[in-house]
């Protein structure tokens, strides 16, 4: 594995992105798994393209854009955003043009890493999966402790959520607002949830969906809610603060800002 100088060598912002995660290794653990779902988020971003699906095209570049800012890819971030805004306004033309200038500048993006690496920290994983044994007895271990269910498309905010809260809660993980409704519906009844952490930008169905849900059924209160916007439009956030919503999170954040709205939103559960 290189020094990180290297990233530095490619333009990578990496000073601003070690005052977000703490310190390099958190910072190297975090990318090496943006790293491996990488193909995965490009292949996506592909399919809502060829089907000139542009309000999922955007949330989708949207969540590339926000993964780059992490680690200090400004000019990939620049052209997501690029295509984020295109693709709102349904400039399928402008997001046809530069298409290729996208898909061009993440693979760039990718080898740099890889190299970084040295590909054998992405060729293998740190950890040998668990038998079946093994994963039965976590489960039965944490089927009553609490969860914070967090929904949200960024890679990157998934793991660093985890990182953080592991080791005292059971974290449920979603990436489109369709995962998060089945991980509340299955706990509606047994009150575990004791936190939602709710990006408004999602894939398939939207934060706004949740919330639609949520106030439907009045589990408001018993599962609160904090919004983690990224580049939310003002309006937008108006909106998800008339659903009676605990406090909004605004991305990019550190460790201690996200423990403390994390602790205030448990701590308004009734």
Do not use: W
């Amino acid at each position: 594995m290189k020094s990180i100088n290297y990233l530095r060598q490619f333009g990578a912002d990496i000073d601003s992105s070690l005052e977000l995660f703490g310190d390099e290794a958190t910072y190297n653990e975090t990318l090496t798994e943006f790293q491996r779902g990488i193909d995965g988020k490009l292949a996506e971003i592909d399919k809502y393209y060829q089907q000139a699906d542009m309000p999922n095209y955007a949330i989708l570049v949207h969540s590339l854009k926000s993964d780059c800012k992490y680690f200090g890819f400004k000019e990939l971030a620049d052209i997501a955003y690029q295509h984020e805004l295109a693709s709102k306004e349904s400039n399928i033309n402008f997001v046809r043009t530069n298409y290729d200038k996208l898909v061009q500048e993440a693979k760039k993006v990718r080898k740099i890493v890889n190299d970084y690496f040295d590909d054998s920290v992405l060729e293998n994983s740190p950890n040998q999966a668990p038998s079946p044994a093994v994963v039965e007895a976590i489960q039965e271990e944490k089927e009553n402790e609490d969860i914070i269910l967090v929904a949200d498309d960024s890679e990157v905010i998934r793991i660093f959520v985890k990182k953080i809260f592991d080791a005292e809660y059971e974290l449920a993980f979603a990436t489109n607002g369709d995962e998060a409704l089945n991980i509340i519906k299955e706990h509606m009844e047994d009150n575990r949830i004791k936190a939602i952490l709710l990006d408004l930008n999602m894939p398939v169905k939207d934060g706004f969906a949740v919330l639609d849900f949520l106030k439907e059924n009045d589990l408001l209160s018993s599962m609160p809610v904090t919004i983690v916007s990224g580049d939310s439009s003002r309006e937008a956030i108006d909106k998800a603060f008339t659903y009676n919503i605990v406090d909004m999170l605004s991305k990019p954040f550190n460790e201690a800002k996200i423990k403390e709205v994390v602790e205030r939103t448990i701590e308004s559960k009734k």
